[in-house]
């Protein structure tokens, strides 16, 4: 077959879905993959968001949440419910994220997201979700995997991103933003899957339902977690050897010397 250009040029070959979810993940900062949850999971995991949250509003009081800005937003739900791990783990999620971070990688945060109808969410200013972080990377440290568990669109306040500004050090213009900014339209079901330094927000939602998602980050265990999921967890999921290096047990800081040579003890012993 002819090649289709010429010139000293090599083509990065694509032979599966996973590896054209890379390259645009890689190029474009973020990629959409379609029919991740089925509709009995999507129910599941409204239900279960829901009543989490309405526990976090009354163990944390709706007042307090408010004066933090944290209304709406459901955080570390498989603390309360241990159906949340099938999301941590979902295969076609980590097949992505490996071929970013390898094989050893842990996670950073899982939360929900509720974005009501004609309320602002906090979530809408433009950030990334390794904040504070303003450099490049050759490779990224992080990537987040957004399910969205209700239709994303313009209408629902679905997340915008602004793509290829994972690739920049600042916030591009107001006038940069306005032109280049894109909602990324996505239904129910699907996963957003970007790198972590590539700039977002959530959307207005200016239709009348609900719109909810589940943010995971995955991440190099160099970078401190988010929540400490071993100790919350109280040794919960330990006992199986991916999810206790995914959750964070086997990335815990030492107390000192005699702690880190134990623990060398025993990961030598077996």
């Known amino acids: 077959m002819k090649d289709n250009f010429y010139g000293k040029l090599t083509q990065i070959e694509c032979n599966s879905d996973i590896d054209l ?23 599941i995991y409204r239900e279960k968001i829901d009543v989490v949250y309405k526990q976090q509003e009354i163990d944390f009081g709706l007042d307090k949440l408010n004066s933090i800005k944290e209304k709406n937003m459901c955080r570390m739900p498989l603390k309360y419910d241990d159906y949340f791990i099938n999301i ?6 980590l097949d992505v994220v490996r071929k970013f971070l390898g094989d050893f990688f842990i996670l950073n945060l899982q939360n929900a997201i509720i974005n009501i109808p004609n309320e602002e ?19 990224p440290l992080s990537i987040n995997a957004l399910f969205c ?13 602004v793509p290829y500004t994972h690739k920049t050090e600042v916030l591009p213009s107001d006038k940069y933003i306005e032109k280049h900014a894109v909602t990324a339209v996505a239904k129910a079901g699907s996963v957003i899957v970007f790198d972590s330094m590539l700039f977002h927000k959530a959307g207005y939602n200016s239709s009348n339902n609900i719109r909810r998602a589940v943010n995971q980050q995955y991440q190099i265990p160099l ?3 988010f929540y400490n999921f071993p100790k919350a967890l109280n040794g919960k999921f330990s006992k199986d050897k991916f999810l206790a290096q995914l959750l964070g047990y086997t990335s815990q800081v030492p107390l000192d010397d005699i702690e880190w040579r134990n623990e060398r003890i025993k990961r030598m012993s077996k």
């Open 88 to 93: 941590v783990t979902n295969k076609t999620v």
């Open 121 to 139: 969410h906090h979530q809408s200013s433009w950030h990334r979700d390794l904040p504070y972080q303003n450099y490049v990377i050759s490779n």
């Open 149 to 161: 568990i209700d239709d994303f669109s313009i209408e629902t306040g679905g997340t915008i991103v």
């Open 21 to 43: 979810y890379v390259e645009e993940i890689k190029n474009d900062g973020f990629a959409i993959i379609e029919n991740v949850l089925t509709q009995e999971e999507l129910n």
């Open 223 to 225: 970078l401190k977690q």
